[in-house]
């Protein structure tokens, strides 16, 4: 069985990197949101929420109809 390999056979030297480094890549280059056309569909609470249709407490809740909903009430 041959031996395991090294992780530093994986490691790349600082002449094999790109002139550009990860921070570059991302942070200017991304499109700016608009908070106006996000969508909220799914909202997630630890301690839970109420639904707007049957008032159960529950840790899921969809929109629909502009109304945050359980599953047993989502209109799928």
């Known amino acids: 069985m041959p031996e395991d390999s090294s992780l530093t ?5 600082a002449d094999d990197q790109s002139s550009t480094s990860p ?3 991302t942070g200017a280059q991304s499109p700016d949101v608009n908070d106006d056309t996000v969508t909220v569909t799914f909202t997630w609470s630890g301690d ?3 639904c707007a249709e049957c008032k159960e407490t529950v840790t899921r809740r969809w929109t ?3 109304q ?6 989502k209109d799928w």
């Open 23 to 25: 921070e570059d890549e």
């Open 64 to 66: 629909s109809a502009g």
């Open 9 to 13: 056979e994986y490691m790349e030297t």
């Open 68 to 73: 945050l909903v359980c599953t047993d009430c």
């Open 48 to 50: 839970g929420g109420h």
